[in-house]
Each structure stands twice: as C-alpha cells, then as structure tokens.
C-alpha cells in the first residue's frame, strides 16, 4: 500500500518528460511538413481530383472502410489546393511550437486526411503518429520548444484549482501511454521476426537488402555480401526489439536503449529508405531521452553564455580616439633667439 502510494504522489509531483514529449512533437510535425514539402511538385498529380486516384474512385474507398477525409467534400480543384495548403501551414505550425493543443488536433485531422487520399505512398510510419499524436493531446507537449502568445497562461487563471492539479497527472498518463505504445510496437515486431526461419538461422538481412524497394546503391551491396554483417545485423535486430521494454524500466538503461534505438532506425532511414518510419519512431523514442537532454542543456549552458558574452563583446562599438590637444605654438621672440643663438 506504501509504494502505491509512493507512486500516486509521484505521479503527481510533477510533470515527466517534458522536453522529450516536446521534441517528439516538433519532430512529428516535421515529418508531416516534408510529406507535405517532399510532395509539393507531384501534389496535383498524386492527392488532386484528377490525379493517380480519381475523386469518385477515392470517395468509394472511403465509404467501404468507414473512415473520412477533407479531400472527400468536394471535387474541386480550389477545395484540394486550399486543404493541400492548409495541412501544409498546419504542419509547420507544429514544428515550430505554434497553435497549442487545438494546433496539434488540426494538424492531425489533416495528416489523416491527406493519408487517405493516397494510401500507396504510406511506409508504416503514418500508423504510428495516427495512434500518438491524440495520445500528445494529454501532454504539456508545447512546454519546451515553442513560441509562447501567453494565451495559455491567461486562461489557466480561470481555470479552478483542482483542474489545474489535474494536469499533471494527465499529463504524466500521456507520457505513460506513449512509451507503452512504442515499447508495443518494438515487442510485438521482435516476437513476429522470431517466428521467420530467416530470423532464426540469420539470414534475413540478407534478404531484406536485396530487395529493390530497400536497396541503397553501393552500401546494401557491403552488407549482404558479409556474412558477418549479415548475421549480427540480423541477431541484434531481433535481441534489441524484444527486450527493449527491459531496457527502459531500469533508469540508468533507459537513455542508452534510446540511443540504440534511435541509431537502429538511423539505420532503417539510410539503408532500407523509410525516411518517414525511422524519423517518427525516433520522435516517440525522444521521451525516454528527456533527463538526458536536460542535462546535456545545463552542462552546455554556460558555454554558450560564454559565447554569447564574446559575441556581445565583438559587436560593441569602440569608442571614437579621443583628438591629442594640439601644442601651443612658441613666441616669436624666442624663436628668432634660438635661431640666433642668443
């Protein structure tokens, strides 16, 4: 009963992982603005009403599994281009920590539309900010990294006490429920890739990269032509994905199993071409990186209040020379002595 509520007060102490839920959601943002950006050319061609998927085709797919999309309302060109925009302008806003929660809802209605409207081009990546940016919604995820308007200050004055005192134990839920979601996902794919005989006898790097969809000309080709790349790459995938939940529970793992993971999907991003996976899986992995990069900031603090000082300094105007007072002229009458000698 002790540590249950030892662990009540915890939770409600103060707010976790404020930083980290911070970046994951600047992070995600990013990745939606370059769906947007990476599309930009393509865009008529690609999401427009007269695209690859025609209006009428698209809206049927929408009515057979049940689900919505702002590019369904209307079949005009104007109506694409200003929802193709909007989503994009939403998609910045996140980046740079403008619009707050109500932002990060709009910018998700628009990122699930705009995924409906082409499925093809989806990498595994969209599942996931589907699930995590609603659960974003509980967090203080605009408390770092943003451009506060004090909107939000003003109208935390109103709201009662105990609705203030809420807010961190929600918050803290959010961060709960996204690290469960990621340590999911982790589980759940090392349990499948168990299963494959590839996986068990190794070999399935090999395969992986030899497929075109995944091969990265010049590099793919010095993996699986190693036999020893091969099969630790395919081992180690298989050990880090199952026991990474392990990983976090202890304090002192839990930033190193981050940086594992965010360097195995460094990985995925270059090799296999996933840009979008690897980038919003990394995001969720920034909340286990939390106390690390506040740590990393105080120690980094004064160094940049040092350079700051020196540029201050460089930039200062130097005072204008103050003029020497020129030297009063001798008499005449001694000057013609001098010259005579007398």
Not at 299 to 316: D, E, N, Q, V, Y
Request: proline residues 5%.
């Amino acid at each position: 009963m002790k540590k249950i509520t030892r662990l009540l007060d915890l939770a409600t102490a103060r707010h976790f992982s404020v930083l980290g839920v911070s970046g994951t959601r600047a992070l995600l943002g990013f990745v939606g603005f370059m769906y947007y950006a990476s599309q930009y050319g393509d865009r008529d061609y690609l999401f427009g009403p007269r695209g690859v998927l025609p209006w009428n085709e698209f809206t049927s797919q929408l009515h057979d599994n049940g689900t919505f999309s702002l590019y369904s309302v209307s079949s005009s060109e104007a109506w694409f281009q200003v929802v193709f925009h909007l989503g994009m302008l939403a998609a910045l806003a996140v980046t740079c920590g403008v619009g707050g929660r109500f932002g990060l809802a709009v910018h998700w209605v628009f990122l699930w539309s705009i995924y409906q409207r082409q499925p093809i081009l989806q990498d595994g990546g969209d599942n996931l900010a589907y699930v995590v940016i609603p659960m974003l919604l509980l967090t203080r995820c605009y408390g770092r990294l943003s451009f506060s308007t004090g909107f939000a200050r003003r109208f935390s004055q109103h709201i009662p006490g105990i609705v203030r005192a809420l807010s961190r134990p929600v918050h803290n839920l959010g961060i709960l429920a996204v690290a469960m979601q990621i340590s999911l996902v982790y589980v759940v794919s090392g349990l499948y890739k168990v299963q494959g005989k590839v996986w068990q006898d190794g070999t399935a790097l090999f395969y992986v990269l030899r497929l075109s969809e995944f091969t990265l000309p010049g590099v793919s080709e010095l993996v699986y032509q190693n036999e020893f790349l091969v099969f630790l790459g395919t081992y180690s995938t298989t050990i880090f994905l199952v026991y990474f939940p392990l990983g976090i529970l202890v304090p002192r793992l839990r930033p190193w199993a981050a940086v594992a993971s965010m360097s195995f999907h460094v990985a995925i991003g270059i090799l296999m071409g996933l840009t979008s996976f690897a980038l919003t899986m990394m995001a969720c992995d920034l909340i286990f990186l939390s106390g690390a990069l506040n740590m990393a900031i105080k120690r980094c603090a004064p160094l940049i209040r040092r350079l700051r000082g020196s540029k201050a300094a460089h930039r200062r105007p130097v005072p204008a020379s103050v003029p020497a007072a020129p030297t009063p002229a001798r008499p005449a009458s001694h000057s013609a002595a001098a010259s005579t000698g007398t």
